[in-house]
């Protein structure tokens, strides 16, 4: 279970809360939406949900671990999908991987073996020897995935996972998700895409300006909502239709 208790984040030279004594529970294989306009918070939430980024303050707790007192516990726990590609363009995808792999504390047959088998089931099985910089979006994402759950995480973060991608890509990715969380691992994603979210998530939060605006089940969501028939609709009479630019 992960348990969010006030948590904060403001950045240096900002005079605003990108995250904001937020409250949240998470549960045990949920697979949960975090989903806003653009700016709204999401990935300063799972940045810090991950411990990529240190909250300026509130506390949050994993299976109730803490980054401050049980850090190496954590991370062997947890998987990071991030929204940047975070592999080597000049490695292979086996390499990638074996490094990634090597990371977790993974090695020998059974490295190699969870490798192709994610490989194989991801359609990606004859590029394992390709070097990353010939790959197409679709298949960095794939690629960018497993090298995040060759541990088997227990929680899984992942930061837009399907944006760019082909529908044929965003299937296998999604697909490859829920056969993950059947084995027991829980999700949280963020995501623009809200008929994907819609489908794929168990709960959902729609955030605006670093608070939640309402969180629930997709469906019940939608019911609460006069005249909403979809999960978009309900995201704009939450957040409105005002353009999010800034700079
Ligand atoms: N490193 C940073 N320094 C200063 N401000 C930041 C930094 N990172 C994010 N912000 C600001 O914090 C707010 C939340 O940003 P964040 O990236 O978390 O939103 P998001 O919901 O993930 O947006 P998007 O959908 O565009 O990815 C925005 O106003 C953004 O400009």
């Known amino acids: 279970m992960i348990q969010i208790n006030q948590l904060s984040k403001k950045y240096k030279g900002t005079d605003f809360f990108s995250v904001s004594n937020l409250d949240l ?6 697979i949960f939406g975090l989903l806003g306009p653009n700016g709204a918070g999401k990935t300063t939430l799972i940045s810090m949900l991950s411990s990529l980024l240190k909250p300026t303050s509130g506390s949050f707790s994993i299976n109730g671990l803490t980054y401050h007192d049980n850090k190496n516990e954590l991370k062997q726990l947890i998987g990071i999908v991030p929204q940047e590609y975070a ?4 490695l292979t995808a086996y390499e990638n991987l074996s490094y990634f792999g090597s990371m977790y504390g993974l090695k020998g047959e059974e490295l190699k073996d969870k490798i192709h088998g994610h490989l194989k089931t991801l359609g990606l099985d004859q590029f ?18 497993i090298a995040s759950i060759l541990h ?53 939060a729609i955030i605006d300006h670093g608070e939640i605006v309402c969180k629930g089940f997709p469906k019940e969501l939608i019911a609460a909502q006069e005249n ?13 239709k005002a353009l999010r630019d800034h700079a």
Do not use: W
């Not at 993950?180 to 994603?189: A, D, H, K, R, S």
């Open 152 to 204: 088997q995480p227990k929680v899984l973060f992942l930061d837009e996972p399907t944006v760019g991608v082909d529908v044929q890509s965003k299937n296998a990715i999604i697909a490859h998700l829920l056969a993950l969380n059947e084995t027991g691992t829980t999700i949280i994603y963020t995501s623009h895409h809200l008929n994907e979210a819609e489908n794929f998530c168990t709960r959902v």
């Open 228 to 240: 909403a028939y979809n999960l978009e609709e309900v995201f704009l009479s939450q957040t409105g």
């Open 25 to 30: 529970i998470i549960h045990e294989k949920e």
């Open 128 to 145: 394992a020897h390709k070097r990353i910089k010939a790959f197409s979006g679709g298949m960095k994402r794939r690629i960018n995935l």
């Open 87 to 90: 592999l080597y363009p000049s």
